[in-house]
């Protein structure tokens, strides 16, 4: 019978062994499991800079928004002045020069709803055409689409302003609106979506039970691309409500300008002589222009990353 310092004596090195063991195990690597994102240190900083660089500005516009004229000359940039002012900034951005933001909001509306909402509903017909049907001059249409998406916007503004007023429709709605309905990237987005999106075999068997191109169209082919289509419209939307280059050059009556315009309008004021500084409500109206747009991405958001990715692997 061993001695209770000798059973001790042999236990010590056991537990040291499996100390060690212990140890080696934890400092073992761990392995990635498939299926689970790689973490990186360097793409969460980047990330973390990105986030920063998006949301400071933002930040920085809704407390400023909250300051009066004196307020924003007095306080930081980052932080809220002694006043609080939200509401009656807004209340006068609605009612300053005889309320015409509001007129100004309306008409943005107008090119939004007309112009980005034609442009989507083209490219859908012309999307769903070129991926489900064979003719002619297909690679050529191909190749005039994708080198009209790599031809920046600016570099057309000026021959569609000579061909707009040789055909009298500056100065209307109308030179805002036509441009819009074109959409080079919209149409190439939904032909990639559609080619992938719409079974062939679906539709030959619409057309088999006697359905029209129409019918089949309307009833079998639109509800699948419901994704794509959110997707057209948010960029459609977001590249029509931030247009200012285009109206700049087109429209000379304030009463058709967009939000985009009459805000560089009051905030030129302040570099003219006997102008009103306001910029207080430049700043609130700024905030008012983007909120549509944020409402719209949060709320459309699954069907927008669905159909970003949509057609981006090939079985």
Known sequence: MSSPVTTASEALPAQAAGAVKGA????????????????????????????????????????????????????????????FALWDNIRD?????????????????????????????LAILGGYAL???????KRAVFAVVIGAVAVPGTALAVPT?????????????WAVIIPSLVSPFGLYLMWVFATEAIPTELLEAARMDGASEARTFFQVALPLLAPGIVTVLLFTTVATWNNYFLPLIMLKDSDWYPLTLGLSVW?????????????????TGSLLTILPLIAAFLLLQKYWQSGLAAGSVKE
């Open 24 to 83: 080696s195990r934890l400092r073992t690597p761990r392995r990635h499991v498939p299926g689970r994102p790689k973490r990186s240190v360097l793409l969460t900083v980047l990330t973390g800079l990105m986030l920063l660089y998006t949301v400071v500005p933002l930040i920085w516009l809704v407390i400023s928004a909250t300051k009066t004229q004196e307020g924003l000359a007095d306080s930081g940039g980052l932080w809220f002045a002694d006043d």
């Open 93 to 121: 951005t609605f009612t300053y020069n005889d309320g015409v933001f509001t007129r100004w909001l309306l008409n943005t509306l107008l090119y939004v709803v007309v112009g980005a909402g034609g442009a989507t509903f």
């Open 131 to 137: 991926a489900k049907f064979d003719f002619p001059g």
């Open 161 to 173: 302003f000579l061909m707009f007023s040789k055909m009298g429709l500056t100065d209307t709605p």
């Open 267 to 283: 905030n030129s004021q302040a570099e003219t002589i006997g102008g009103d500084v306001i910029f207080n409500l430049v700043i």
